[in-house]
């Protein structure tokens, strides 16, 4: 069975902070993303990796940096948290092209 | 770049009855097309796919069709049961990996006993 977990499912910070959001995935993926989900806008891709070190902007990286030290790993880091930032974030990873995403549970971050 | 619409953002329907999902793309280097479902307090998963190389495909009560000239793919259900009772969003590629999506906003189906 795919496993993939995500640090924390809630999480409440103060505008201005650094937030670290992390995934990990243990059926050896060489594909990772990070999404929000916002009601009414559906899953949209924040960064992705499709190996080690490697990233991608996706289409709403503004304010968002990402880091893939092991194949395993894929964190998400808010430098500076704002109230816009508040919002359902999903990891996913995945193998190969044309292939399943498998989610994590998400992390519900509300930033005041 | 790549945008999907879906229609319609809510679906009720009577059990047993039929249920059909649309999503639009505007891209037409897209070719690859999933469909992912989640219910209520879970995380999305993927229930079809299809390429752009076939028309139709079909996994017992789901199919997808698409229609790459009307840039346009659906989703039908039918004899619908409870436990389809979620929300289903589309999702057309970027690039031609296939794993770069843009997802449509979603359909919230409630399937009524």
């Known amino acids: 069975d795919v496993k993939v977990t995500q640090s924390s499912r809630y999480l409440v910070k103060r505008t201005g902070e650094k937030v670290f959001l992390e995934c990990v995935q243990d059926m050896d993926h060489e594909n990772m993303f990070w999404y929000r989900q916002d009601p009414g806008l559906g899953l949209r891709l924040i960064y992705f990796?499709?190996?080690?070190?490697?990233?991608e902007k996706g289409d709403i990286p503004e304010g968002y940096s990402v880091s893939r030290e092991k194949k395993e790993r894929f964190s998400l880091i808010l430098e500076s948290a704002s109230t816009n930032q508040t919002s359902m974030y999903l990891c996913a990873s995945g193998t190969g092209a044309y292939n399943e995403q498998f989610f994590g549970p998400g992390t519900r971050l509300t930033v005041l | 770049g790549e945008n999907v619409e879906q229609h319609p953002s809510t679906l009720s329907v009577q059990e047993g009855d039929s249920a059909v999902i649309k999503c639009t793309y505007s891209?037409?280097?897209?070719?690859?097309f999933p469909w992912y479902k989640q219910e209520l307090g879970k995380r999305p998963q993927l229930i079809i796919d299809i390429r752009s190389n076939v028309g139709e495909k079909k996994d017992q009560r789901i199919a997808v069709t698409l229609n790459k000239t009307a840039k346009h793919f659906s989703l039908h259900i039918t004899e619908t049961q409870p436990e389809d009772s979620a929300v289903y969003f589309c999702?057309?590629?970027?690039?031609?990996?296939?794993?770069?999506?843009?997802f449509g906003p979603g359909t919230r189906l409630s399937v009524l006993p």
């Open positions: 990796s499709y190996d080690v070190k490697m990233k």
């Open positions: 999702a057309a590629s970027k690039d031609n990996y296939g794993q770069n999506f843009v």
């Open positions: 891209d037409s280097a897209s070719n690859y």
